[in-house]
């Protein structure tokens, strides 16, 4: 199964399930987050495992350690008004590219709750960005 027919899968998941998923993300923090594609201009989804940090919403874009960003990050870099769904929660975000140190502090959290995390910046030589989401 391709990465986008996962995700749709797991989009319908959360969705009919009041934010709730089995599988890999089975009891992980998932939100979806839909942003606007910087090129199509479309509405794109993805589900996220996400950290608190205070009143913001922390995303990692890890792209399980690949050497290029993930799709959704150029266009939240390109339109940084998302939107977001949390269990049955759905508000509108304004998204931050953050720099270090806050960046690598909120990385080493995230990898502290999620061992994968670590797998992945070692898998890759490019910084992985960490975005804090700013509920509007």
């Known amino acids: 199964m391709d990465i986008q027919e996962l995700n749709k899968t797991i989009i319908e998941e ?5 934010g709730k998923v089995g599988g890999q993300f089975e009891g992980a923090p998932l939100l979806l987050l839909t942003t606007i594609g910087a090129k199509s201009g479309r509405s794109r989804t993805n589900p996220l495992v996400y950290l608190t940090d205070n009143d913001r919403y922390v995303i990692i874009a ?3 350690g690949a050497p290029t960003h993930p ?3 150029y266009n939240l870099k390109a339109n940084p008004g998302v939107e977001v769904e949390i269990g049955t929660q759905r508000f509108k975000a304004r998204a ?3 720099e270090d140190p806050e960046r690598s502090n909120l990385y ?4 502290s709750a999620m ?6 910046q070692r898998k890759t030589t490019r910084t992985i960005p960490v975005i804090a989401l700013h509920q509007q």
Do not use: G, H, K, V
Not at 108 to 111: E, I, K, R, Y
Not at 115 to 120: E, G, K, M, R, V
């Open 14 to 18: 959360f969705r009919a399930n009041d």
């Open 62 to 64: 890890s792209y399980a």
């Open 71 to 73: 799709p959704w990050y």
């Open 96 to 98: 931050e590219i953050l």
């Open 108 to 111: 080493q959290q995230a990898a």
């Open 115 to 120: 061992p994968a995390f670590s797998d992945y």
